[in-house]
């Protein structure tokens, strides 16, 4: 076999390891939304208010914090793959178990179990990703994590569609639950994908597996890099042993602007409100002029494709605009989209009967400019800012900020809309005050444009710069908007 020959083969089987380990992020992406369309019918079924409804939501997310502060030195440890089929099990274990649940505390607790799995995938799988894949085609490679993610969120959506009734109809309070079991079948097919993928060599080399980390690059790198990439891995390692590096190192001042970078991305991606979205938008939509929770259940499904088109879309934008244009283009978008969708609110006594459509356009809109910026940005960046010494604890910081500043969000949301709601602007659906969300899409718009001053100054531009010629920036003091210049 040819050079060329061996190079195309690699290529296509470092396709086919990021697909099956991005699986993950379809899980990932099911588990966060579901619970979306089962809310209407669990409420209804427990008979319990929108505070229940946001402790639920958020148990999930506390359990992502759990996963996330804790998985990230066992992946250091004992591997990545590993760690990965670890949560698999859980993924399984918890969909049956909320599927199953005869209360509201039992609800809680088993969306607390599987927020665990979320966690841990949400960083240890792009983690793999980056660790495995050619410098040239990681960031499309770990993107795909972010596709997955998406596709997941509009496969829960399209499941719940399915078991989704009227108002009115006899199993009304008991649909919410095959809606939840349909999480083992993506569960499983990860953990049997995963049992037959390598580990990654930049793991296999720190832990002394030289001929093992070899044999994983001569399948996924561009031969004539290997020793090349071997060297430089070594020599890293060796750099690392020589200046007694430890987890702590993380927090030492040469790390201290990937580790601002690492927590702000994920600040600016919750805070612009994606997540009140993918949670509550069947709410939203009923907020909005919707006539049931069937019929916002489908108008969700329509989000869930746009989401999924435009992370497909953004695959083939994230290696040739690279980071820094994507971030500014995406985030300017969202925050146009949300100023509109407050205004569209705080207009709804004027806009009428309109407005429900002016509402999933806009919504639309967000979910386009946020599918090809900072939803694949967060992960992709996290993967890449930090060293290998500390690369698992680092962007297991950024995972657990993310689901911190994600249950902040979901805890919150009610709450906002409910004390920003001007007096005379609530919106009552079947008796009950809802308030109007139009403040709360203004505060998140206000984010934006925050995000747009911080990450001028703290987005790097990684596209084309190796792992470890990013690390070298960092030793040398480079200002994160001068790398790659």
Known sequence: MTEKQQTQQNKKLVVVIAAIAATGGLLFGFDTGVISGAIPFFQKAFGIDNSWVEIITTAGLVGAVIGAMFSGRIADIVGRKKVILVSAVIFAIGAVWSGAAPSPVMLVLARLFLGIAIGVSSFAVPLYIAEISPTKTRGTLVSMFQLLITIGIMVSYLSDSAFAVPDGHPDFTTVWRPMFYVGVIPAVIMFVGMLF?????????????????????????????????????????????????????????????????????????????????????????????????????????????????????????????????????????????????????????????????????????????????????????????????????????????NWLFNGIVAFTFFKIVKGLTMEGSSIILNGEDLGNPAGAFFLYALVGILGLVWGYFYIPETKNVTLEKIEEEWRKGTKPKDINK
């Open 197 to 401: 993928l390598p580990e990654t060599p930049r793991w296999l080399i720190s832990k002394g597996h030289e001929d093992k980390c070899r044999e994983v690059l001569q399948k996924v790198e561009e031969p004539a890099l290997v020793e090349e990439v071997i060297s430089k891995m070594k020599e890293d390692i060796e750099s690392d042993k020589k200046n007694k590096v430890n987890w702590t190192l993380i927090f030492k001042k040469w790390l201290r602007v990937p580790l601002i970078i690492a927590i702000g991305i994920m600040f600016v991606q919750q805070f612009t409100g994606i997540n009140t979205i993918i949670y509550y938008s069947p709410k939203i939509f009923l907020m909005s002029g919707f006539a049931d929770a069937q019929a916002a259940v489908w108008a969700s499904v329509s989000v869930g494709v746009v989401n999924v088109a435009f992370t497909i879309l953004s695959l083939f934008m994230i290696d040739k605009l690279g980071r820094r244009k994507l971030y500014f283009i995406g985030l300017t978008g969202l925050v146009v989209a949300l100023a509109a969708m407050g205004t569209c609110f705080a207009l709804q006594a004027t806009l009428g009967e309109s407005i429900k459509w002016l509402t999933i356009s806009l919504i639309w809109v967000y979910i386009a400019f946020f599918a090809i910026s900072l939803g694949p940005l967060g992960w992709l960046i996290i993967s890449e800012v930090f060293p290998l010494s500390v690369r698992g604890i680092g962007s297991s910081i950024g995972a657990l900020s």
